[in-house]
Nanobody, 126 residues
Framework: QVQLAESGGGLVQAGGSLRLSCRAS????????MGWLRQTPGKEREFVAA????????YYTNSAKGRFTISRDNAKNTVYLQMNSLKPEDTAVYYC???????????????????WGQGTQVTVSS
């Protein structure tokens, strides 16, 4: 079983950048597709970005395309989310998640993930 720990959240002004990191332990990181998802109070958790086991394929929600970049370093057991041009509507708790079968569009569905981190708060001020 893999454990996930996010870091890098914080308070940033609109237009600024943050890089989130998620380090995995307790399992073989390279067998998992990885995703970033977020949640705001009163709303369901939503997909932001995902990356395949090798890092060769990525997926983004429409609002993240062109602003966010997901990447991974299998040697460091870490997945990243570089977030640029942040907007107040990006404010949320961001979660890192792992999926044992990294199959295409299934990675865009929050319920398909097997393991979750505790989350890191991102707040974008206007």
């Amino acid at each position: 079983q893999v454990q996930l720990a996010e870091s890098g959240g914080g308070l940033v002004q609109a237009g600024g950048s943050l890089r989130l990191s998620c380090r995995a332990s307790g399992g073989t990181f390279s067998v998992y597709g990885m995703g970033w998802l977020r949640q705001t109070p009163g709303k369901e958790r939503e997909f932001v970005a995902a990356i395949s086991r090798s890092g060769g394929t990525t997926y983004y929600t429409n609002s993240a395309k062109g602003r966010f970049t997901i990447s991974r370093d299998n040697a460091k057991n870490t997945v990243y989310l570089q977030m640029n041009s942040l907007k107040p509507e990006d404010t949320a708790v961001y979660y890192c998640a792992a999926r044992g079968l990294s199959i295409g569009g299934a990675m865009t569905i929050p319920q398909n993930y097997d393991y979750w981190g505790q989350g890191t708060q991102v707040t974008v001020s206007s």
